[in-house]
């Protein structure tokens, strides 16, 4: 079946526009993940959405960063007035899902196959 | 708080010899841990994981991970390394940190299959 996907693949930018970056889960998963993976920096959690609650927003590097997820199915990633350091791959993933208890923790992610973002 | 260490940053190893990355955990709370790899202009994917169940994992491509609370490693093995397993693997560690979740991703280990 169809896995995750996000649009675009690559986004270049201007230092100071703002991006937006978005990612369709797999029909049926509830929760939805961002990472971002910068050059030699590893992978990075950016924010949790589960089902209809507050998403968990911990990883968010700064205030220009913020995320939705309409309807419980696509999420958009924005970052306002971009910086040179926002340049990163951008993952975006899902899961099955359930409450914030031990369940969740313990389900299979399933990875989209990123934004690449350069600002310039 | 948590975190997770990859030993090493890069490993090298020919092909048909044992491969071993090594990751080091630190949490105040029963981790699940998981193995991702990432190869060369590819997504992520899941090896394995391990959710308080049998300490031994075994993953997908003959990768397998054994849980060691005594020492906090979660290390990953292979008898016999392939081409194809050249890539970047990360280890992860989850956990619920007062209700909230807490995802933490090693700095990743470069795997090189030499033939």
């Known amino acids: 079946g169809a896995g995750v996907s996000q649009s675009p693949s690559n986004k270049v930018t201007e230092k100071g526009k703002d991006v937006e970056l978005r990612c369709d889960p797999i029909s049926g998963h509830t929760a939805l993940y961002w990472y971002r993976q910068s050059l030699g920096q590893g992978l990075e959690f950016l924010i949790y959405f589960q089902g209809n609650s507050a998403p968990d927003k911990s990883g968010l590097p700064s205030d220009r960063f913020s995320a939705e997820r309409t309807g419980g199915s696509v999420s958009t990633l924005t970052i306002q007035r971009t910086q040179q350091e926002d340049s990163a791959v951008y993952l975006c993933?899902?899961?099955?899902?359930?409450?914030?208890?031990?369940?969740?923790?313990?389900?299979?992610?399933?990875f989209g196959p990123g934004t690449r973002l350069l600002v310039l | 708080a948590q975190s997770v260490t990859q030993l090493d940053s890069h490993v090298s190893v020919s092909e048909g010899t044992p491969v071993l990355l090594r990751c080091n955990y630190s949490?105040?709370?029963?981790?699940?841990l998981f193995w991702y790899v990432q190869h060369p202009n590819k997504g992520l994917q899941l090896l394995l994981k391990?959710?308080?169940?049998?300490?031994l994992v075994k993953g997908i491509n003959g990768f397998e991970a054994e849980f060691k609370k005594s020492e906090t490693s979660f290390h990953l093995t292979k008898p016999s390394a392939h081409m194809s397993d050249a890539a970047e693997y990360f280890c992860v560690v989850s956990i619920m940190d007062t209700g909230r979740r807490a995802l933490t991703f090693g700095s990743g280990t470069r795997l090189q299959v030499q033939p």
């Open positions: 949490s105040s709370y029963s981790p699940s």
């Open positions: 391990y959710t308080s169940a049998a300490t």
């Open positions: 993933a899902s899961s099955l899902g359930g409450s914030r208890l031990a369940g969740a923790l313990q389900e299979t992610q399933y």
